[in-house]
């Protein structure tokens, strides 16, 4: 199969069962809102070290936020929930809080939850107040920007994670430049992030190593310094591998996230340095959601 | 379905309690069941066809016509579905409420919202004394729900109220929010003196600046109120008889206290429209 003259080769990718929240940060300006939710999902690309993996997931209208403030909607995933409930209130307490004039708000309605204010109330130091406000808990919090308002809990809901494609290119330019407009294309699906920077990942990995203390290690057959020397998966043209994985409420959203993405890299096709699409996997036998590239570009 | 309709046949002489017309008491009874309840009238039992006319078969939704203020007791403990009073209740409306939507489209007694605990309560008229509040000996007055009155109120609205939310579209007698543990109350109009008297926690907030203030209250100062804003939004989110709340600001003047009783509750006095 060959989309614009780019291989799609007859492989999957493997996703794994994951729980997601989505918070919503609102501000007095969207700037402010950023700079709070760009401090959340710092240093939470990975589940394999950061405890979490969280993102950006669209700008907030001040009409659809609980406060009619600008916001912005930040999905965060993790293996279990004792993984979300530790670092939800973690990062909630430290990124969004310490950000001026922010507030911060449950985005998804569900009867799991984790703590947010629950757990942050204590800040106030007594002073703080709860409120319920159309069947929703809130908490205010006096701080010295005025006051920090957060809703009691945040709602969870099982999800998916590890959705993934990878762009073999000419060059990290050439690759670089697709995974660009992929992302792009992927940000305009709702209920899915890319949470590695820039929502692409340049050290994509396999599970294990030849070390027993590591669980991850570089995946050799993809990368092209070492073509020669062990079992590669690229042909010659290939110069640079780059991974976009795909975390998802379910498997719909990563299916057509996979699609929009795919097909926005293709569109750069050969002539511009694009060889051939693949897809991360372990063969099967570890998650339960597979995606096939060939079935979704169908 | 049509709604079950209950028309008073004559304009009772007595109280009338309505306690048992409510949806989950009505649920799967017959007609013939419902015209053969129990109801008392003054101090005696008596066939509810002997006073009320019935049409209808949906019990979730139940409409009183023609109703006066002896009707006490309406929508006492009710936990789902809808009662619509077409005139005057008297007192202890939606006493005990726990959950559904309870309005009355004219004016209502005293007790009103007594020891609810959820739901909505709508008065499109004016409401007696002691709304939201507890009765001599509780402990607290309502612990949730939302009571929204279009018209005044008496006095000690919310009296030692816990949770919950009281909109007074109108005024408010003396006393206003007089002992509340915590919960919201809104006046959009004057209020009388004294309020939030006696408070621990809990809002009360104000459009208009009260007269009488206690001097147990202190000045925090004219304030952006966060808090204002989160509170106006989602009440104006709810339906179309709140979007009115669309239209107030959040700057606000607080005033803690009562400090009297070590509290820790807010008068928000409105300073802007927006």
């Known amino acids: ?298 | 379905m049509s709604a079950l309709i209950f028309t008073l046949k004559n304009q009772p002489k007595f109280t009338l309690d309505a306690a048992p017309l409510t949806p989950e008491n009505l649920e799967g009874k017959t007609l013939t069941q419902i015209k053969n309840l129990k109801i008392i009238y003054g101090n005696k039992t008596s066939k509810l066809d002997t006073l009320f006319t019935v049409e209808g078969t949906d019990s979730s939704q139940i409409i009183i016509e023609n109703s006066t203020d002896k009707l006490i007791n309406a929508g006492q403990a009710m936990t789902k579905g809808s009662l619509t009073i077409n005139g005057d209740a008297g007192d202890f409306l939606g006493q005990g409420m726990k959950n559904g939507t309870l309005t009355v489209i004219g004016n209502t007694g005293s007790w009103t919202g007594n020891a609810m605990s959820g739901g909505r309560i709508n008065i499109n008229g004016n409401a007696g004394d002691y709304v939201g509040a507890g009765l001599p000996g509780d402990a607290f007055g309502m612990s949730n729900g939302l009571i929204n009155i279009k018209g005044n109120a008496g006095d000690r609205v919310g009296d030692r109220m816990r949770r919950g939310i009281i909109i007074i579209q109108g005024k408010s007698g003396n006393y206003c929010g007089s002992r509340i543990h915590a919960g919201t109350i809104i006046v959009l109009d004057k209020v009388g003196k004294l309020p939030g008297e006696g408070m621990r926690r809990g809002t009360i907030i104000l459009a208009k600046k009260p007269t009488h203030l206690s001097a147990t209250f202190k000045s925090c100062g004219n304030l952006k109120m966060q808090f204002l804003r989160l509170l106006f939004t989602q009440l104006a989110s709810i339906d179309d008889e709140l979007s009115l709340f669309n239209k107030y600001g959040p700057e606000a003047h607080r005033f803690s206290g009562d400090l009297a009783r070590n509290g820790k509750g807010e008068l928000l006095i409105l300073q802007h429209y927006k």
């Open chain 1, 1 to 298: 199969m060959k989309i614009n003259g780019v291989q799609i080769d007859d492989t999957f990718a493997e996703a794994f069962p994951m729980k997601a929240t989505r918070i919503i940060i609102t501000a007095m300006t969207l700037k402010w809102a950023y700079r709070a939710a760009n401090a959340i999902r710092g240093f939470a690309s990975s589940v394999i070290a950061c405890g979490i993996e969280a993102d950006i997931e669209r700008e907030l209208k001040p009409s659809e936020t609980p406060d009619g403030r600008p916001g912005i909607s930040v999905m965060i995933f993790a293996m279990s929930m004792k993984d979300l409930e530790k670092h939800v209130a973690t990062r909630v307490g430290q990124s969004v809080m310490t950000t001026a004039t922010t507030a911060c708000y449950s985005g998804l309605d569900s009867e799991q939850k984790v703590s947010m204010g629950k757990s942050l109330r204590f800040f106030g130091d007594g002073f703080q107040i709860s409120k319920v406000v159309n069947k929703r808990r809130f908490w205010r919090i006096p701080v010295m920007h005025g006051e920090f308002i957060v809703e009691e809990t945040a709602g969870v809901t099982k999800a998916i994670g590890g959705g993934n494609f990878l762009v073999l290119a000419k060059t990290a330019r050439h690759g670089l430049a697709a995974c660009e407009k992929a992302v792009e294309e992927i940000q305009k699906v709702p209920g899915v992030i890319t949470a590695f920077p820039g929502g692409v990942v340049g050290s994509g990995s396999k599970v294990g190593s030849k070390y027993k203390f590591l669980t991850a290690s570089t995946n050799e057959a993809y990368c092209p310094t070492l073509k020669g020397q062990v079992k590669s998966e690229l042909s010659d043209e290939i110069g640079s591998v780059l991974e976009i994985v795909i975390d998802g409420l379910d498997e719909e959203s990563i299916n057509e996230a996979m699609r929009l993405g795919i097909k926005a890299a293709c569109s750069f096709g050969p002539a511009k340095g694009i060889c051939r699409i693949s897809a991360g996997n372990y063969g099967g036998n570890l998650g339960p959601h597979l995606f096939h590239l060939r079935k979704l570009l169908k």
